[in-house]
């Protein structure tokens, strides 16, 4: 799909996250923007610490303290939702963004029946009769592939396998019919075939019902599978986003090429994998210049003084780095 042509469903501005510690203000998120229309999956991708998950949570207001927006503007469907108080937000939260974590034990209540659960947050956004929740909550199971949903109804979470935890996960985050699901790593602690069944749930879903998602991953081959646009995060900062296709077929900032030679491919083997040397900065060590200038193998002496912002390139693509040309190619 082209999102140029839609209206953004979320719109995010110049985020900006900061973390207070006795020893001064961390910058966690710095300044990054993108957009997500109906029915897009948007994927960020990067290592653990570029700020991804941060995003998430900045979007779906549960940053934890001490940690705080500290600049930019999130807009959802036109109204600005970073400044809503907590009350505001919560209702925000489920009727109108769902969200879909790592751990399915994580967000869902032991104590509880599976049914009750899915029953309590139906009627929570929703103003119906319980007994309309209960088929609504059957629908939704069933939706999300559960099978002989009404002889699962009354189960426990721990009566699950993993995979159809997640799958209650998913049901309970589209019980409001939100019109944005935030999911973070959904996969990561699921077997590969259930992961790819859970991705094109996830997939269809957002199709069938023209819902926005924000799929937060550090698996390249999620993204490839599952989104239509991909925001690669490095320290904080957004350094190339872009169609998935054309990122993945010819990405262009030094990072990006270095997490795509770092998947392995079908096919003879054509030599050793590449590396990125390194490591993530610390928050409190993030380098002057480029943050990625320490472990880009084509650093030059601007790119340890300036830090670039992201250039609109051909093809729908944005690039944050000194080596990308006009054409959008790196040099």
């Known amino acids: 799909m082209t999102s140029a042509r839609v209206t953004p469903l979320l719109q995010v501005d110049g985020l900006r996250v900061e973390i207070p510690t006795r020893r001064g203000v961390l910058l966690a998120l710095d300044g990054i923007s993108f957009h997500i229309a109906p029915g897009e999956v948007l994927g960020m991708v990067g290592e653990s610490g ?8 900045a979007i779906l207001g549960l940053l934890d303290p001490p940690g705080r927006i500290a600049g930019g503007q999130i807009h959802l469907g036109g109204r600005r939702i970073d400044q809503l108080a907590a009350a505001d937000m919560r209702r925000v939260r489920g009727r109108e963004i769902g969200a879909v974590f790592q751990d399915p034990l ?3 209540n032991p104590l509880l029946r599976i049914g009750e ?4 947050t139906i009627r929570t956004h929703l103003p119906v009769s319980a007994l309309q929740a209960r088929e609504q909550a059957l629908d939704l199971m069933r939706a999300v592939g559960i099978p002989a ?3 699962r109804f009354n189960a426990y979470p721990h009566q699950f396998s993993g995979g159809m935890r997640q799958r209650i996960v998913i049901a309970l985050a589209l019980c409001a019919q939100p019109r944005l699901v935030v999911a973070d790593e959904p996969t990561t602690a699921l077997d590969v075939s259930i992961q790819a069944q859970v991705l094109q749930l996830l997939r269809q879903l957002c199709r069938d019902k023209q819902t926005a ?4 991953t550090h698996d390249m081959g999620v993204i490839a599978e599952t989104a239509d646009r991909v925001a690669v995060m490095y320290a904080g900062r957004i350094v190339e986003l872009g169609p998935v296709e054309a990122v993945i077929s010819a990405p262009v900032h030094p990072y990006t090429r270095g997490l795509m030679g770092a998947i392995p491919q079908l096919g003879p ?6 590396q990125i040397h390194g490591a993530m900065p610390r ?4 380098p ?6 320490p472990r880009c193998p084509q650093a030059m002496a601007r790119c340890r003084e300036q830090d670039p912002d992201l250039q609109t390139q051909p093809g729908a693509r944005q690039v944050a780095c000194w080596l990308a040309d006009a054409s959008g190619s790196a040099a």
Request: aromatic share 2%.
């Open 50 to 57: 570029a700020g991804k998950s941060l995003t998430g949570m």
């Open 106 to 108: 994580m967000s869902l």
């Open 117 to 120: 659960q899915i029953m309590e």
């Open 149 to 151: 949903p009404e002889a």
């Open 213 to 216: 998602m924000l799929l937060v």
């Open 269 to 274: 083997v054509q030599g050793p994998l590449a």
């Open 283 to 286: 928050l409190n060590a993030r």
């Open 288 to 293: 002057g210049g480029c943050a990625f200038h």
